[in-house]
């Protein structure tokens, strides 16, 4: 009847477990448990003895005491990403967990859902904090510091980009007479991040040779160009030799030295063909100031600002945990836990890097509970659970028929 009794207890705590799986279902994150029994020690009636010349041995006669839970064991498989979109939800794919801070404790996650709160930290959906590296004023991270709370420049803004290189690209018409002017403005910001329109002329001056000229402000004043003179074999440019009109630093207040690109890109370059006029600025790498306007976790785990003057810059880079014993870790909630003394020290590190999985950005993972394995532990429990109360029946019937020995 113990032994039965035993098994109850422990197809209830099977249950348990079952109910729990299919209870977290959709919960993002979530790893599936399973119940681990045991034997209990058994009743030894009989030894084993030792064969002889006369006797053969014999095997030890023993009853087993029932059953026990000896455990259960944490499935860590890869959940199904769900694509949601949303810039600041992630899935780690493959081995690998978010750090978080949480009451003074350090917590490890699967459930990326993330949000910025009042104070512009990032946090988890429970309010945990979530742990990496910052980026300095250059925009460098450094992943072997220690990480700390990551924090969101809410309406940071960026310092503008005095420009240094703009590219040209298009085509002056060959069919052109000698003196023909072709006309091309080109915007660059300065130091305070001011666009200034430079009103370039290219003035054709032999049958293959064109002359660039410049001038800025109203009334316009004089620019003096380095290397001003385009030339062109049949219709690909060859001169100047850098494929580039230079602008001496101080002739444009604000403004540093400017490199206009005219050449040495296949889809980028100054061409003298037969067509009509289609001289344009394609790039110029100058700025103004910027405020942030969106943020986004990219494939790398890093975080990236981008600003109203369409500048990008990254704010921080996410830390990902692993350990040498995944399924040691101790559950504290659905999908956070904590590290155990049987889980190995958390190794931090970028994603992608010690064996840690990597970022998929705009998806969150869900959880890998398989309703069909459930409801068939599900059954398997249910069954366990009523041959143990059979047998607590039928004990039940064998002691009433000894107290009816008496009658």
């Known amino acids: 009847m113990y032994?039965?009794?035993?098994?109850?207890?422990?197809?209830?705590?099977?249950?348990?477990?079952?109910?729990?799986?299919?209870?977290?279902?959709?919960?993002?994150?979530?790893?599936?448990?399973?119940?681990?029994?045991?034997?209990?020690?058994?009743?030894?009636?009989?030894?084993?003895?030792?064969?002889?010349?006369?006797a053969g041995g014999r095997n030890p006669s023993q009853v087993g005491l029932g059953v026990m839970m000896s455990g259960t064991a944490q499935q860590f498989g890869q959940g199904f990403l769900q694509i949601t979109n949303r810039d600041l939800d992630v899935a780690i794919q493959g081995d690998g967990f978010l750090v978080m801070e949480k009451a003074g404790e350090t917590l490890y996650t699967r459930a990326g859902a993330l949000f910025v709160d009042a104070d512009a930290r990032l946090v988890s959906s429970g309010g945990g904090l979530i742990q990496g590296w910052g980026a300095d004023a250059t925009g460098n991270i450094d992943p072997t510091a220690a990480p700390g709370v990551i924090r969101l420049p809410v309406g940071d803004q960026n310092p503008p980009v005095v420009t240094s290189e703009v590219k040209l690209g298009g085509n002056l018409p060959a069919a052109a007479p000698i003196g023909e002017i072709v006309n091309a403005g080109v915007e660059v910001f300065d130091t305070t991040g001011a666009a200034i329109t430079v009103d370039m002329s290219y003035e054709k001056t032999a049958a293959n040779e064109w002359t660039a000229t410049a001038t800025y402000g109203d009334p316009p004043t004089a620019i003096t160009l380095t290397d001003n003179v385009l030339s062109f074999v049949d219709g690909e440019l060859t001169g100047p030799a850098d494929l580039g009109i230079d602008i001496a630093a101080g002739q444009i207040p604000g403004v540093q030295d400017v490199t206009l690109v005219i050449g040495g890109d296949t889809d980028r370059r100054v061409t003298q063909y037969s067509d009509d006029t289609s001289l344009a600025v394609v790039t110029q790498n100058g700025a103004p100031a910027g405020v942030l306007q969106s943020i986004r976790v990219g494939p790398d785990g890093i975080i990236v600002g981008t600003y109203s003057n369409g500048l990008t810059s990254p704010i921080a880079m996410l830390a990902v945990a692993n350990f040498s014993n995944s399924e040691g870790l101790e559950r504290v909630t659905g999908s956070n836990w904590r590290a155990s003394s049987n889980s190995g020290l958390a190794q931090l590190g970028p994603t992608g890097t010690g064996g840690r999985g990597s970022i998929a950005p705009g998806t969150l993972e869900m959880s890998n509970v398989d309703l069909a394995l459930e409801f068939t532990?599900?059954?398997?429990?249910?069954?366990?659970?009523?041959?143990?109360?059979?047998?607590?029946?039928?004990?039940?019937?064998?002691?009433?028929?000894?107290?009816?020995?008496k009658r």
Do not use: W
Not at 26 to 54: C, E, M
Not at 381 to 404: C, K, M, Y
């Open 3 to 54: 032994s039965a009794v035993s098994g109850l207890r422990s197809h209830q705590i099977m249950m348990d477990v079952v109910g729990n799986n299919i209870a977290n279902v959709n919960t993002q994150g979530y790893k599936r448990n399973t119940a681990i029994f045991q034997d209990v020690l058994s009743q030894v009636i009989s030894g084993a003895s030792t064969p002889t010349a006369n």
């Open 377 to 405: 532990e599900l059954i398997r429990s249910q069954r366990g659970f009523q041959a143990n109360s059979r047998v607590v029946t039928a004990s039940d019937e064998l002691l009433q028929e000894i107290v009816n020995l």
